[in-house]
């Protein structure tokens, strides 16, 4: 029985030694769309309690990646952008579950979520570029975006 034992732990052991985490080649970016509107205020009802947080509800968009762009090369309307002035580099559709992943090369790129109305990005660096990702060789960048241009905060 013990020497039973001991083989069990001993293959149970070499098999989660050579396990590796699974890690896709390439590089790109990955993460998940969701979708947040409504108040988003902090309110206390009138027995004193706080209502609770509506939670973002996964998305199913367009995402577009184009070559970085500047905040000054875009025309924007109503919370969207409605004119870039590059073209996309490539595009890909989120699931129901608003996850997406992009194969790209190394490089900064700016992405944006096609809406209705336009094109959605709400994030901005101190260079006033358009939400900016960058792109390491060999590593796969999380962007997960919340379209909340319909929220009031």
């Given at each position: 029985?013990?020497?039973?034992?001991?083989?069990?732990?001993?293959?149970?052991?070499?098999?989660?030694?050579?396990?590796?985490?699974?890690?896709?080649?390439g590089q790109?970016?990955?993460?998940?769309?969701?979708?947040?509107?409504?108040?988003?205020?902090?309110?206390?009802?009138?027995?004193?309690?706080?209502?609770?947080?509506?939670?973002?509800?996964?998305?199913?968009?367009?995402?577009?990646?184009?070559?970085?762009?500047?905040?000054?090369?875009?025309?924007?309307?109503?919370?969207?952008?409605t004119a870039?002035?590059?073209?996309?580099?490539?595009?890909?559709?989120?699931?129901?579950?608003?996850?997406?992943?992009?194969?790209?090369?190394?490089?900064?790129?700016?992405?944006?979520?096609?809406?209705?109305?336009?094109?959605?990005?709400?994030?901005?660096?101190?260079?006033?570029?358009?939400?900016?990702?960058?792109?390491?060789?060999?590593?796969?960048?999380?962007?997960?975006?919340?379209?909340?241009?319909?929220?009031?905060?």
């Amino acid at each position: 029985m013990n020497r039973l034992l001991l083989l069990s732990i001993f293959f149970l052991t070499v098999s989660l030694v050579g396990c590796k985490p699974y890690k896709p080649e390439g590089q790109g970016i990955t993460g998940t769309l969701t979708w947040l509107d409504g108040n988003q205020m902090p309110m206390v009802t009138e027995d004193g309690k706080g209502t609770d947080k509506v939670a973002p509800k996964p998305i199913k968009r367009v995402v577009k990646v184009y070559p970085l762009i500047k905040f000054s090369d875009l025309k924007m309307e109503e919370g969207l952008f409605t004119a870039v002035s590059a073209q996309p580099i490539t595009e890909v559709e989120s699931n129901d579950s608003g996850a997406y992943s992009i194969q790209l090369s190394p490089g900064r790129y700016s992405v944006f979520v096609v809406e209705e109305n336009g094109l959605f990005a709400n994030v901005f660096d101190g260079d006033g570029n358009v939400n900016p990702v960058t792109v390491k060789e060999n590593e796969w960048t999380l962007l997960d975006i919340v379209v909340n241009y319909k929220a009031v905060y």
